[in-house]
């Protein structure tokens, strides 16, 4: 059977331009690949004339010769050479393309670019817990933490050589980084790259390793670093140390660390947003007379008046006595509830003076086991 014309099977015209030959070969080829036609003898056969054709037509010289000659430029019983396979060059690359397009992934590619693998790169975060009591959260205060991280060794400054040697380029890939192979097959010749497994991608080998890190140009250091807690920090809140992460390597950046704060709980406050809360226990004769009271602050110790009549559970407000705003001006309040303390054991003196006030409210004292100041103190509670 007469092989037909070349730009015919391509669906193109004569003349047509290395993108248009390209491109029409691309869309073809995806079309009747065998991987997508398994079993399928009639496209394996249109695969095979596509191929054909791309491989006169992509290349220059065979195409010159082609349009001036036609199939019999290739006829070596016509005195011509053969066509011959498919050039990594030409026809090696576009078939990883198209490769690509099928799985989603270059078919000639080895994973990251020799930049990604030899170039700057930044060092990991670190992250670390710090506790603190209340007072602290609440007014700010210095802290000196420690923390282990990775930084490049200081005997080898980071290189892995050892001291007075250096890097040397790696006999295996000649300092590409990467190996290239071509495998033959019925439709041509297939490139496929890997990263050399002599140097890891960086295209350098170190023949003298650094007795210190191994040859890693890495080692771990304990470190200790000043931090200021600023005020109105609560539990959560994250404060950043640019820079003070794991060190980069070939002069990448160094990671940050983020340092997490944990409030301890305090015995006599509790914290809601920037407001602080606290109980007060006042006697029942305070709270039934009113007058003057202690109150605890983190600023210190306020007096306050409690009116007569106050009731369990009221709360009262010390305005500006709560923690500082993190991020902005003004503070917080102090809200103080109120708690009857009602005594244990009383005297007997103390005894008759209540039932006397129980008489005078209306009031006749039981007689029961209970009596009548286990009523009264029924009454008070919280």
Known sequence: MAKRDYYEVLGIEKGADEKEIKSAF????????????????????????????????????????YDQFGHAAFDQSQGFGGAGGAGFN???????????????????????????????????????????????????????????????????????????????????CNGAGSVKTVQRTPFGQFASTKICSTCNGTGEVVEEPCTSCSGTGKEKKSRKLSINIPAGVDTGSVIPLRGEGNHGERGGPAGDL?????????????????????????????????????VTTLEGKVKYEVPEGTQPGTVFRLKNKGIKNLRGAGKGDQYVRIKIDVPKKLTDKQKTILEQFAEEMGEKPDNDKKGFFGKMKDAFKD
Do not use: M
């Not at 301890?264 to 007379?289: M, Q, T």
């Open 90 to 172: 030409d026809f090696g690359d576009i078939f990883g393309d198209i490769f690509g397009d099928f799985f989603g992934g270059g078919f000639s590619g080895g994973g990251s670019s020799r930049a990604q693998r030899t170039g700057p790169k930044a060092g990991s975060d670190l992250k670390i817990k710090l506790d603190i009591t209340f007072e602290e959260a609440a007014f700010g205060t210095k802290k000196e933490i420690k923390i282990n991280r990775i930084e490049k060794c200081h005997v080898c400054d980071g290189t892995g050589a050892k001291k007075g040697t250096s890097k040397k380029t790696c006999p295996t």
């Open 258 to 294: 983020y340092v997490y704060i944990n409030v301890k709980e305090h015995e006599l406050f509790e914290r809601d947003g920037n407001d602080v809360w606290c109980e007060i226990p006042i006697s029942f004769a305070k709270a039934a007379l009113g007058g003057s009271i202690e």
């Open 26 to 65: 691309r869309k073809l080829a995806k079309q009747y690949h065998p991987d997508l036609n398994p079993d399928n003898k009639e496209a394996e056969a249109k695969f095979k004339e596509i191929n054909e054709a791309y491989e006169v037509l992509s290349d220059p010289d065979k195409k010159a010769k």
